[in-house]
């Protein structure tokens, strides 16, 4: 059974700081996606990874693909308050059209 | 303006009186799918349709019923909810799978 852990699940930092957030995930997988989700509002798509080595940059954010590790890391860079919010990954499962979601990173920016 | 609508946005029933949700896209999106959202689960995937007429079960299906008459419609039916389904629900489509999903504003369901 696939299971997606996201770490940390609260992250707190700095404006103008760099982090990652990590997905791990338990077995063979190729497709997974990061979401963005505001406060009491809807998901957003930020990335799709669908390949080993994989790699995607919007803006401040960076998002990797490692399926031989079953990891994929969403890398923030020079935060600003603009990017609080709850991040969450979602891997593909056994089937081909089932997704299987991390629990999301809560991210707060201070300024 | 291309999106994915959801109604009721908020509703509080009672034990056992069915209930519909219901999700419409207007992108001629093949893939649609119904999500709970409940703190600290994340999501988790009730059922999803990959086109008219073919549905799938996904991770908590038990509950629920779903139906796609039309490429366009993709309703949510709690044929007698129970507490335990109170939840924040989220409709979402593709035009195909696995591109990336378009969600709708979500339904904040109730049972008493």
């Known amino acids: 059974e696939l299971k997606v852990e996201q770490n940390p699940l609260f992250l707190s930092m700095q404006e103008g700081k760099n982090y990652t957030i990590y997905c791990n995930y338990s077995?063979?997988?190729?497709?997974l996606y990061w979401y963005r989700q505001d406060p009491g509002k809807s998901l957003e798509s930020l990335f799709v990874?669908?390949?080993n080595g994989a790699v995607k940059q919007e803006g401040r954010l960076m998002a990797s693909l490692d399926t031989k590790a079953r990891l994929s890391t969403l890398h923030i860079t020079a935060a600003v308050h603009d990017l609080s919010a709850t991040y969450f990954c979602?891997?593909?499962?056994?089937?081909?059209?089932?997704?299987?979601w991390g629990a999301g990173t809560k991210l707060i920016i201070k300024p | 303006e291309a999106q994915v609508t959801q109604n009721p946005r908020y509703l509080i029933t009672v034990t056992g009186k069915k209930l519909t949700v219901t999700c419409s896209q207007n992108?001629?999106?093949?893939?649609m799918s119904w999500y709970r959202q409940d703190p600290g689960l994340g999501l988790r995937q009730i059922y999803y349709?990959?086109?008219?007429?073919?549905?799938d079960k996904g991770d908590v299906p038990e509950g629920y019923k779903v139906s796609r008459k039309e490429k366009r419609n993709f309703p949510l039916i709690l044929e007698s909810p129970s507490p335990n389904q109170t939840s924040l629900y989220f409709c979402?489509?593709?035009?195909?799978?696995?591109?990336?999903?378009?969600f709708g504003p979500g339904t904040r369901l109730t049972v008493l």
């Open positions: 979402a489509s593709s035009l195909s799978f696995p591109v990336e999903q378009f």
């Open positions: 992108m001629n999106h093949e893939y």
């Open positions: 349709s990959m086109n008219v007429e073919v549905t």
């Open positions: 077995t063979t997988s190729d497709r």
């Open positions: 990874l669908l390949s």
């Open positions: 979602a891997v593909g499962g056994d089937s081909n059209y089932q997704l299987i």
